[in-house]
């Protein structure tokens, strides 16, 4: 993953994304690493501009709970969470859980 990103011309978040194809000239090319719906989707919006949006996998294998972040799941979540149940939750090891903390520690801090 770090070699993609090396090589890669942007590296951002989901808004950084979004934020750089909108406001990109038109009749563009991108090809975007990240969920396969928000791709299709901001493909169909860039349409009209003549940019072209294309899913950067060859094969698509799509994240199959990424789409459940909806109102419903988070309040289902929630109201778990309030009764004492933690579901769905994500267990990775020390190290990885600590790097992920200092991403998100920059990320907040140029926010």
């Not at 909806?70 to 969470?81: C, G, I, K, S, Y």
């Amino acid at each position: 993953m770090l070699e993609v990103c090396q090589k890669s011309d942007y590296v951002g978040s989901t808004e950084f994304i979004l934020n750089t194809i909108t406001q990109a000239p038109p009749n563009t090319h991108w090809l975007v690493g990240t969920e396969l719906n928000l791709v299709s989707r901001l493909a169909e919006e860039m349409k009209p501009q003549g940019k072209v949006v294309q899913f950067m996998a060859p094969t698509v294998c799509m994240c199959s709970t990424m789409q459940r972040i909806d109102p419903q799941h988070l309040a289902w979540t929630l109201e778990n969470l309030a009764e004492g149940t933690v579901v769905n939750q994500i267990k990775v090891p020390e190290h990885e859980a600590e790097l992920a903390r200092i991403a998100l520690d920059r990320m907040l801090a140029v926010s």
